[in-house]
């Protein structure tokens, strides 16, 4: 098994927005810094929208984005990848969350997404073989992005599995059965 696959969706219509001002339930507050736009992607999956995410991007961007986005239908693209709680701790700025992944007693959602590019390095980790977790401390996760007509490869979100028996490839295809369902990315933990 090669965790570095990457599954594709068929082509879905893409719904976005871009905007100037943070969401406000997101606490960023304009610490991104001046001239951060903020990009929602939605996907109209058997014609109800399925929110994706916001992400914040620099705004030079935003009309290359635009006109990408704009091209025509996009593809979902699900990598599976490994994780250390650190990485995920760092990416969501809750210094605490290592030791909530690691049983340290506070409540959390069984899984996290944050935009960004993983580690290129986290595609190429070896799985012992029977598809355990890779080592002491490491979770399963799929790293999800968009793959816009012209060939544009949007990173979206890199969402964590507490279930350390998964492997990250099935992690990805769960994630991506869940998506092209209409299963929206904050939904994912009761999916």
Not at 11 to 16: D, K, Q, R
Not at 62 to 70: A, D, F, T
Not at 85 to 99: R, T
Not at 102 to 116: D, I, L, Q, V
Request: proline share 9%; glycine share 14%; with cysteine.
């Amino acid at each position: 098994m090669n965790p570095s696959r990457t599954h594709l969706s068929p082509e879905y219509p893409v719904l976005f927005s871009i905007s100037t001002s943070p969401p406000e339930d997101r606490g960023w507050g304009g610490t991104e810094g001046e001239g951060t736009a903020y990009l929602s992607l939605a996907l109209l999956v058997g014609g109800i929208p399925s929110f994706l995410a916001t992400l914040p991007v620099d705004g030079e961007l935003v009309e290359p984005l635009r006109e990408s986005l704009g091209a025509g239908d996009v593809q979902v693209a699900v990598a599976g990848i490994d994780v250390d709680p650190q990485d995920v701790a760092n990416a969501e700025g809750d210094g605490d969350m290592a030791g909530e992944l690691e049983g340290g007693g506070g409540e959390m959602a069984p899984w996290r997404a944050s935009a960004g590019t993983p580690d290129p390095d986290a595609f190429h980790t070896p799985w012992p073989s029977g598809g355990a977790s890779a080592g002491k401390g490491r979770f399963p996760a799929a790293y999800l992005s968009l793959i816009c007509r012209d060939g544009r490869r949007l990173g979206v979100a890199r969402i964590v599995s507490r279930d350390r028996r998964a492997t990250p490839e099935e992690v990805a295809r769960y994630v991506l059965k869940q998506i092209t369902s209409g299963v929206q990315i904050p939904d994912l933990a009761s999916a």
